[in-house]
């Protein structure tokens, strides 16, 4: 039998969008995950459609939430070049740390592959993927994944280089 993908969404949107509201707390999220939820379902014919939904949703929440960490962590890391570059008042040690941090954060970009840098510091420097996607001859449609990789890979060399410096010193 062919599920009604219709009916199952007509009956079961309004109580995703809520459970989905309490994991991100934000109603426009919330809304965007729950289409993309049964977006990645219309083409199954599941015994408990409602189920399948529900299992699909959670992993996107469970997929936001790394993706906002890996975020935070790599904006932390961008940030902290930004902060060495504009400070004009602060002490020599003080100084001394932000440079060694921004040293950091520059060997673990030189571990990213040519591509992945130069995607992450265009993305970084504001450009949207149509701009990056002609910038780098890369499609528009694999952006988000490469960016996202580069990202991860970034957060992981300078974790890395952070224990290795932690140890040695």
């Known amino acids: 039998m062919k599920t009604d993908w219709a009916a199952v969404y007509r009956a079961t949107y ?17 809304c965007d995950l729950a289409q993309e939820a049964f977006a990645r379902v219309l083409d199954r014919d599941p015994d408990n459609a409602r189920a399948l939904v529900f299992t699909v949703a959670s992993n996107l929440v469970k997929d936001e939430a790394r993706t906002v960490v890996r975020r935070k962590r790599h904006l932390a890391l961008l940030k902290v070049e930004a902060d060495v570059t504009q400070e004009t008042t602060t002490s020599p040690v003080e100084h001394a740390a932000r440079t060694e941090q921004v040293q950091r954060l520059r060997r673990a970009l030189d571990t990213l592959s040519e591509r992945d840098r130069e995607v992450l510091l265009l ?13 780098t001859g890369l499609a528009k449609s694999a952006l988000g994944t490469t960016i996202a990789r580069a990202k991860k890979k970034l957060v992981e060399a300078h974790e890395a280089l952070e224990a290795n410096d932690a140890a040695l010193g």
């Open 14 to 30: 309004p109580e995703l969008v809520r459970y989905l509201l309490w994991s991100v707390r934000d109603e426009d999220k919330a």
């Open 123 to 135: 993305w970084d420097a504001g450009l949207n993927y149509v701009e990056i996607a002609e910038q």
